[in-house]
């Protein structure tokens, strides 16, 4: 897996985005972004670790390179002495955290923007750079593994590791770890453990539903495990089948949570993301085409839509949104960093236990 410059202006999509719309969405986070690299949800608001790689990935695939590696070198600068990063800073002072926790899948997540960062631009100084980031970040999140190898889902301020597992940041665990394992390759650094450990990993999101929180009625824990690469082929297409008619409602996009009349753009994005995954990019285009209702002039996206009030709640446009809907169009449009993260069949898999073969 090498890198390499990729060429991008900003793509089309028919039905979705015109070139001067996916333009316009770049600018949007753009605009948002501190001048020392960080991200935050809206001006105002405050930063995460995980939302700010979604941002920055949406800027490599709009060719903003500069602007996505001034990202990655805020995580560099801030990174805690344990590989963590502390799951919420504030705006206006973007290094001042504001939640003392860690949180396994943010810190997991920034090892899938570095590597598709090197994707897109081949930068080999700045993998070398950040390959220690993303190692002990790894590190850290692998020592929240339970034995069951799920992820624990995070460690409090005063170092206590909470057992409790969440499905859906155990997925996204599992993707940014087969990241990690492709960039320890790169680096010549071969990591046997990470290997075990993601065979684990995938083994509980895929099989043990029982070994996290019930949170089923979230559709993130219906579709991350196919966005994640876990659940593939057949199973990932039954999978999306079965709750379908709870989650979307046509015209208009994916419920965030099941018994709720609240459509949310980062959902439908991420679902259409996953329906391409899964082998399904007429549907995933289609998804993308229901939700542009949420779409405001300045080419951002509002976070949800309340169907039964008609009211665009809450008022926020979040680059998180933006960037979901960047991501699956680069995806659907052959951007060949994205398709190659997150349709997975280049990243090391993992290996399963015996047991569980």
Sequence with gaps: MTGGTERRGSPALPGVLTAAETAATAAGIAA???????????????????????????????????????????????????????????DGDAARPTDLAAESNFCAYPAVGVLHHYLATGDEAFRRRMWPVVRAATEFVLALQRDGGQLGWRRDPDGTAVPDALLTGSASGYHALRCALALAELAGEPQPDWELAAGRLAHAVRRHPERFLDKSGYSMDWYYPVLSGAVTGPEAAARLAARWDEFVVPGLGARCVSTNPWVTGGE??????????????????????????????????????????????????????AGAVLLAVAALTGHGPTRTVFGGTGLPPGLEPDCCR
């Design 32 to 90: 948002v972004q501190r001048p020392d690299g960080a991200i935050p949800w809206f001006a105002g608001h405050h930063l995460d670790p995980w939302d700010h790689v979604e941002a920055a990935m949406a800027l490599d695939t709009a060719g903003e390179h500069e602007r996505a590696a001034a990202a990655y070198d805020w995580l560099a600068h801030h990174q805690n002495a344990d590989g963590s990063w502390h799951a919420a800073y504030a």
């Design 268 to 321: 439908s994005a991420e679902l259409a993301l996953a329906l391409w995954v899964a082998g399904a990019p007429e549907r995933a285009a289609e998804m993308l085409r229901w939700m542009g209702h949420l779409r405001a002039p300045d080419g951002l996206y509002w976070t949800g839509y309340v169907y039964a009030d008609d009211a665009i709640w809450p008022a926020e446009r979040t680059t998180w949104t």
